[in-house]
């Protein structure tokens, strides 16, 4: 990246809670957090942080199906940060003294989460549509799980989960043209070659195709089958210091890898995503029922979805759900316009080329596709794909994806479940 002073350094591990059992589950997070107590080289979280005594920036995270590490430095010091999170990767310390104490600091996160219902929602959200399945387990576990997990637990998945060919190293920023080959002679030595033949295993992840058929890997797990959604569903969470009501409302969509992903991103954001969105500006602006409301996807290898939250008043709740549902029949029954669909590209187009200055976004967007076995796109080639969306590509899917059974609602509030409130998914 030329003009860019700076560095970011990525170590990507395909692995994540839809990895995992439900007696193990939340062992990619709880790993993700003992990396940083210490490894072989960097013995202890003092050792550890030096890439912040260096002036850089230093993290991970673990989601569904990816764990993370990640920093940025001057572009002088590279080879440093890539060796901190080679560190992390393959040669965690995993001490049980350290593991004892950092259970009950993620203990103390998981009841931030459950405190906090705006994020509590998305869980939640989550679980119901994909219940019974990996899907539907909690990226941090849960409390028996953590308490069950010892270092043997900890080690045995890292040693199960982080092989060569689920690991993906990404270097992005100032890199000059020896440097570049240095990184890969430096990333050979330090992680090992890919497979022979290249491919990722899955035999340990059910593949979960949409309809929710049968899967007996999953019937092994969990001693519950598949059920095809034929009708709307809901979760009620009752909170009774809730002073607001949180709701999620989405449907099924597609899997990561679909074309339609770039035709429901712009769809997306014209529809959901800040001030110029239908959602802000009917139910926000003209309406006056909320103060947060916004759309977004989740996609993975098999299965996603689309969903809008809002935040509103308890005694406003089902006024917010009619509102919601109004504005995607109508766009349903009556399509996007032309102004709509121009304006939301240019605003991706905008906003994706402020981050490509960025490396973090630059090594997170080409990590995450060739971590995925997508094909790989260019920016350029990115900016092409949305600029060919049309209208009509927007109206097809539309119509393809709001469709009445699947369409599915969660709420945390400080009251019981309220049949109404179901009787109200129809679209």
Not at 123 to 137: A, D, I, R, V
Request: proline content about 3%; glycine content about 6%; aromatic content about 8%.
């Amino acid at each position: 990246m030329e003009g860019i002073n700076s560095v970011a350094t990525c170590v990507m591990v395909e692995t994540g809670s839809r990895h995992e059992t439900p007696e193990i589950n939340g062992v990619s997070h709880f790993l993700e957090h003992m990396v940083f107590k210490g490894t072989e080289k960097y013995p202890t979280t003092e050792d550890v942080n030096f890439i912040e005594r260096m002036g850089g920036l230093q993290n991970a995270y673990t989601d569904v199906d990816v764990t993370n590490f990640h920093n940025k430095v001057m572009a002088n010091d590279w080879k440093e940060a890539l060796e901190l999170n080679k560190e992390f990767a393959l040669h965690p310390l995993l001490l049980q003294k350290h593991i004892d104490r950092e259970r009950d600091v993620i203990l103390e996160e998981m009841k931030r989460y459950n405190d906090e219902n705006s994020l509590r929602i998305g869980e939640e959200f989550q679980m119901l549509l994909y219940k019974g399945t990996p899907l539907g387990m909690r990226v941090i576990g849960t409390e028996k799980s953590l308490r069950a997990a010892t270092a043997k637990t900890l080690q045995d998945y890292r040693d199960r989960m982080y092989t060569p060919e689920r690991i993906v190293v990404v270097v992005a920023g100032q890199l000059r043209e020896n440097e570049r080959s240095e990184v890969r002679k430096q990333t050979e030595e330090w992680f090992g070659r890919e497979t022979e033949d290249g491919r990722r295993k899955t035999e340990d992840r059910e593949q979960k195709p949409e309809k929710q058929l049968r899967s007996p890997i999953v019937d092994a797990w969990f001693g519950c089958a598949h059920h095809r959604q034929d009708r709307p569903g809901s979760v009620v969470i009752t909170k009774k210091d809730a002073e607001q009501a949180h709701i999620t409302l989405g449907v099924r969509t597609f899997a990561r890898g679909s074309e339609d992903r770039f035709a429901w991103s712009v769809f997306n954001i014209l529809f959901g995503v800040s001030f110029t969105s239908r959602l802000f500006k009917e139910i926000r602006e003209k309406r006056g029922l909320c103060y947060t409301v916004r759309s977004g996807s989740e996609n993975w290898d098999d299965v996603g979805n689309w969903s809008i939250y809002a935040g509103v008043a308890t005694n406003k709740v089902e006024e917010a759900i009619k509102a919601i549902l109004f504005e995607i029949q109508k766009a349903k029954e009556e399509g996007i316009s032309e102004e709509e669909i121009a304006i939301a590209k240019k605003r991706i187009l905008t906003m994706i080329s402020f981050k490509t200055e960025d490396p973090e976004f630059m090594a997170e967007y080409y990590g995450q596709q060739e971590l995925r076995h997508l094909p790989i796109l260019t920016i350029d080639d990115y900016f092409r794909k949305i600029t060919a969306v049309t209208k009509k590509d927007i109206d097809r899917l539309v119509r393809k994806y709001f469709v009445q059974n699947t369409l599915n609602l969660a709420v945390v509030w400080n009251k019981p479940k309220d049949n109404n409130i179901e009787s109200l998914l129809k679209i």
